[in-house]
């Protein structure tokens, strides 16, 4: 166990080292206590690197932004990966790897569709933005009635993505209400080599993803 947490924290001070000359000395500040908020949460095996890594780009993107940063965040017992403020505006981020469970081998399509669907109902209303981050080698599975302002989605959508969530989030389910007003406002590309992120326009990465899948 103490190996690995050395390794987790080796790690993460690598990451820290590459973002250095980006910050100023005040957002370098809050980038150190995340870093130390990720390695206090790993001590309790919460959360893993690869997770962390790309929690901390996150992190130094928004605060260079003007932000306030937190980390594994609760919002109305709903727990987020990022949390931001900056005045009365408020960010939630939630970093999605692309993982999928031996559980969902033989499905694993379906599956991510889902999660992503359920992740944009969840948590979309608990901010004034609502963003999914995503390693450039992974295309996340967005379902094309939540890339439309809710006053566009039609009602046999809104079924569609209801009926998707519920074979595998039932406890509890999403509610009809949520799918009706959720939003994805943005994606962040988050290029971990160079510790930098391009934030894209949801339909702009759909359509370079559709391009990529050729």
């Given at each position: 166990m103490v190996r690995e947490l050395n390794r987790f924290r080796d790690d993460l001070d690598t990451v820290v080292r590459k973002m250095r000359a980006e910050l100023e000395d005040a957002e370098y500040s809050q980038v150190l206590a995340l870093?130390?908020?990720?390695?206090?949460l790993n001590r309790s095996k919460m959360v893993k690197i690869n997770h962390s890594v790309m929690e901390l780009i996150c992190a130094m993107h928004l605060i260079k932004g003007?932000?306030?940063v937190e980390l594994e965040h609760t919002v109305d017992k709903v727990l987020c990966d990022l949390y931001a403020t900056k005045g009365y505006?408020?960010?939630?981020?939630?970093v999605e790897t692309?993982?999928?469970s031996p559980e969902n081998a033989?499905?694993?399509l379906t599956y991510l569709r889902a999660?992503?669907?359920?992740?944009?109902?969840?948590?979309?209303?608990?901010?004034?933005?609502?963003?999914?981050?995503?390693?450039?080698?992974?295309?996340?599975?967005?379902?094309?009635?939540?890339?439309?302002?809710?006053?566009?989605?039609?009602?046999?959508e809104i079924s569609a993505i209801k009926e998707l969530c519920d074979l595998y989030y039932t406890s509890p389910p999403v509610p009809v209400d949520d799918i009706r007003n959720a939003r994805l406002h943005s994606i962040y590309a988050i290029d971990v080599d160079s510790v930098s992120i391009r934030?894209?326009?949801?339909?702009?990465?759909l359509g370079k993803a559709a391009l990529w899948t050729i």
């Open positions: 870093r130390d908020e990720l390695l206090s003007g932000f306030e505006g408020s960010a939630i981020v939630e692309g993982f999928v033989l499905d694993p999660r992503i669907a359920s992740k944009i109902t969840r948590y979309s209303g608990f901010a004034n933005k609502f963003i999914l981050a995503t390693p450039p080698y992974y295309i996340m599975q967005v379902p094309p009635a939540m890339t439309k302002p809710p006053r566009f989605r039609t009602d046999e934030e894209w326009d949801v339909n702009e990465y």
